[in-house]
């Protein structure tokens, strides 16, 4: 169970920029510390890109507003155990929502070592964003109880959201008038990465970095690559067929 102190914030800090941004503005903007979590899957194959980057923005960030990041807390997924009831709250909002599987055990981890009181830094095009809005304006609603409660069991109850209506350009404009977009910059964002360390471009994230307007954190020939993989992929004439495609073109990066 967690031991921090009330002047400390718990962050689920993935070196990703909605992460990154939430611990660096904390820093910027107050005297508190900060106590980063980080539960290691090891099916994620950016996870020691990952870490490494975590450490490398802790170190910088650390030297320039004073030693408030506290060393990285780190469990292993296979160590948590999820109850069939939170099981059962991720399957019917996955069904509705597509929630990455993540959620499942974040949720338990948080109540576990936090008690409930991590922070999640979820934003505004987020599919957790829409279940949790969703829920919002449903929670008169008879018919929509059951799922109402999935979203106040797995997530409201859960986790804290202090970034939920930012969009990632909200916090690149925050982060330049804060002075440490240049340290935002170092983030981490890809879950397949190439060979040689860059973001593949073909990824969700690399996709929604994409789409949210950040596409200049991708390399050009990885962009080039990527869109043209993808106007190919939409001119093949089945959804299997696009599909085998894209993965084809995934597996040579």
């Not at 920029?17 to 980063?36: E, M, T």
């Not at 830094?121 to 809005?133: E, G, N, P, Q, R």
């Not at 209506?165 to 879950?191: I, N, P, V, Y």
Request: with cysteine.
């Amino acid at each position: 169970m967690s031991t921090t102190h009330s002047d400390t914030t718990d962050v689920l800090w993935t070196g990703g920029w909605d992460s990154s941004y939430r611990v660096l503005a904390l820093l910027a903007g107050h005297g508190g510390r900060i106590q980063p979590h980080y539960v290691r899957d090891p099916e994620r194959l950016s996870l020691e890109i990952e870490v490494e980057t975590i450490e490398a923005i802790r170190e910088r960030a650390n030297r320039r507003f004073g030693e408030r990041i506290l060393p990285l807390r780190m469990l292993e997924r296979v160590d948590i155990r999820v109850p069939d009831h939170v099981q059962n709250w991720f399957l019917a909002l996955n069904k509705r929502f597509r929630l990455g599987s993540q959620y499942n055990w974040l949720s338990e981890y948080s109540l576990r070592e936090t008690r409930g009181q991590l922070e999640l830094c979820i934003h505004v095009d987020d599919k957790a964003h829409k279940a949790i809005s969703w829920a919002h304006d449903h929670r008169n609603d008879r018919e929509a109880a059951a799922l109402v409660d999935a979203v106040d069991g797995l997530l409201l109850s859960r986790f804290r959201f202090p970034i939920l209506e930012m969009s990632k350009l909200d916090m690149q404009r925050a982060a330049r008038q804060g002075g440490f977009d240049d340290l935002l910059e170092l983030t981490w964002f890809c879950h397949e990465p190439t060979r040689d360390g860059r973001p593949c471009g073909f990824c969700g994230p690399c996709t929604w970095t994409l789409e949210e307007g950040l596409g200049h954190r991708i390399p050009g020939d990885r962009r080039f690559r990527a869109g043209l993989y993808r106007w190919i992929g939409r001119h093949l004439p089945s959804w299997r067929a696009r599909q085998a495609f894209l993965r084809g073109v995934r597996g040579t990066h």
